[in-house]
T-cell receptor, first 113, second 111 residues
């Protein structure tokens, strides 16, 4: 167990809908990262938050948004969902700003039908 | 932009043999190089990392070497075992703390 909690584990929804994925980082970790992994693909970095502020942005679509709350948990909001958004979404956390070990959660499997 | 190239995309080795996966990075300011292992259906987990002030690091059957001049680093697994079968990802981190990831290598250990 990495100490990073993601909910829900599975999510099935329809095209055009909006969903929210939640991540609780390890106790004491200040950074939260979101990654998207499509079937048999690599890890696509979406966004990083550090101590409540956006720290880095990757290839995140405009339909997607995220935030980190004062208690350091984070939410990833996906809207106007398309079939191609079906993927495994990982959250990871680390103690500081980066260039250190990432602790990944077990992921949320999103299926858009 | 910065990128990390990882080769091969698939590697099949006989159990007990060695496996080597190579990554090349473009940003000369990169100073942190981790390797993650992702077993089927599981989360990625760090197996070893190296910083630019070190040329080699070992942890039991796993080693990583770094050549800063050529801007490449490699993962070496000796005496491979069935449980080494997984996808391995390399990454490079620089002064902006953002990791750039390789595309992954699927390692298959043949019995």
């Amino acid at each position: 167990d990495s100490g990073v909690t993601q909910t829900p584990k599975h999510l099935i929804t329809a095209t055009g809908q909006r969903v929210t994925l939640r991540c609780s980082p390890r106790s004491g970790d200040l950074s939260v990262y979101w990654y998207q992994q499509s079937l048999d693909q690599g890890l696509q970095f979406l966004i990083q938050y550090y101590n409540g502020e956006e720290r880095a942005k990757g290839n995140i679509l405009e339909r997607f948004s995220a935030q980190q709350f004062p208690d350091l948990h984070s939410e990833l909001n996906l809207s106007s969902l398309e079939l191609g958004d079906s993927a495994l979404y990982f959250c990871a956390s680390s103690p500081r700003q980066g260039n250190e070990k990432l602790f990944f959660g077990s992921g949320t499997q999103l299926s858009v039908l | 932009g910065e990128n990390v190239e990882q080769h091969p995309s698939t590697l099949s080795v006989q159990e007990g043999d060695s496996a080597v996966i190579k990554c090349t990075y473009s940003d000369s300011a990169s100073n942190y190089f981790p390797w993650y292992k992702q077993e089927l259906g599981k989360r990625p987990q760090l197996i070893i990392d190296i910083r630019s002030n070190v040329g080699e690091k070992k942890d039991q059957r796993i080693a990583v070497t770094l050549n800063k001049t050529a801007k490449h680093f490699s993962l070496h697994i000796t005496e491979t075992q069935p449980e080494d079968s997984a996808v391995y990802f390399c990454a490079a981190g620089g002064s902006n703390y953002q990791l750039i990831w390789g595309a992954g290598t699927k390692l298959i250990i043949k019995p």
